[in-house]
């Protein structure tokens, strides 16, 4: 897997992502997760819908679960948009997460088996194997239309320019 040159901190010192860098304008790279009842799942599924995919590295931080319940909350509001919520935990806690807090609006998605979306869009924190926190847009023409890599894995994304895209694109 290659180094992905972006510039990335986590606890003040940088990380090193792998895996090749999703752009504005690419083909969107179709990859497999396991749902929440360990069947796999593909991007491709979700054809001719708007695809938010909301990265983070762990459902059991305050962060990453302020930004799926975020999601979620913008995901109420989307006709014709799925917002998929990706990381390396294992469905199990993903599951547990979103029942606690009554997130029924997001599909979560665990890559924690082969890392098959982490390395095809370069999330992939090689001293963690974490995901990096970030967001990507595709459209229903399967482009990548939106990708935000968080430079402080500690901050939220920017949700407001994330939503300004989905609703240019509805």
Do not use: W
């Not at 972006?6 to 752009?23: C, I």
């Not at 069947?39 to 931080?61: F, Q, W």
């Not at 599909?107 to 992939?124: A, E, I, P, Q, R």
């Amino acid at each position: 897997m290659e180094k992905n040159n972006l510039n990335v901190t986590f606890k003040g010192g940088a990380v090193t992502l792998l895996g090749k860098v999703a752009k504005v304008g690419d083909v969107a790279p179709d990859f497999t997760a396991l749902s929440s009842s360990l069947e796999a799942v593909k991007l491709s599924d979700y054809n001719g819908k708007v695809r938010v995919i909301a990265v983070y590295p762990s459902i059991d931080t305050g962060i990453c679960a302020a930004q799926n319940r975020r999601f979620n909350q913008e995901a109420n509001n989307m006709k014709d948009v799925v917002v998929l919520s990706v990381s390396v935990d294992l469905p199990f806690a993903q599951s547990r997460f979103c029942a606690a807090e009554g997130l029924n609006n997001i599909v979560t998605l665990s890559d924690h088996k082969d890392l098959d979306f982490g390395s095809k869009y370069g999330f992939v924190i090689k001293e963690l194997r974490l995901l990096a926190r970030g967001t990507v847009i595709i459209g229903k023409d399967n482009k990548i239309k939106y990708v935000e890599y968080v430079p402080e894995i500690a901050q939220e994304p920017d949700y407001d320019a994330a939503m300004k895209v989905v609703k240019e694109l509805l």
